[in-house]
Nanobody
């Protein structure tokens, strides 16, 4: 069973940057599809970015050009680099690892963008 732990969230001002990390234990992320989701207060959990085992990436339209997802298989970690942050990026960010029917979620990390 893969356990995921997100970190790197915090309070930042609009226009600033953050790097989120999703570290795995109990299994390798190498052959798994990894995604970052975001859940704003009172809203559903939405897909932000995802990366395949081979490194192919996709992004939500709202974050294209500002966010970058990457993976370091040697460190068993996936990252989400977030630049030019906006107030609407506020929410709890979750990472999800999947391989077939095997799906694992982390506990989330809070990101607040406010002046």
């Amino acid at each position: 069973q893969v356990q995921l732990a997100e970190s790197g969230g915090g309070l930042v001002q609009p226009g600033e940057s953050l790097r989120l990390s999703c570290a795995a234990s109990g299994g390798s992320l190498s052959f798994r599809y990894i995604a970052w989701f975001r859940q704003a207060p009172g809203k559903q959990r939405d897909l932000v970015a995802q990366i395949s085992a081979s490194g192919v990436t996709t992004y939500a339209n709202s974050v294209k050009g500002r966010f970058t997802i990457s993976r370091n298989n040697g460190k068993n970690t996936v990252y989400l680099d977030m630049n030019s942050l906006k107030s609407e990026d506020t929410g709890v960010y979750y990472c999800r690892a999947s391989r077939g029917v095997d799906v694992n979620w982390g506990q989330g990390t809070q990101v607040t963008v406010s002046s």
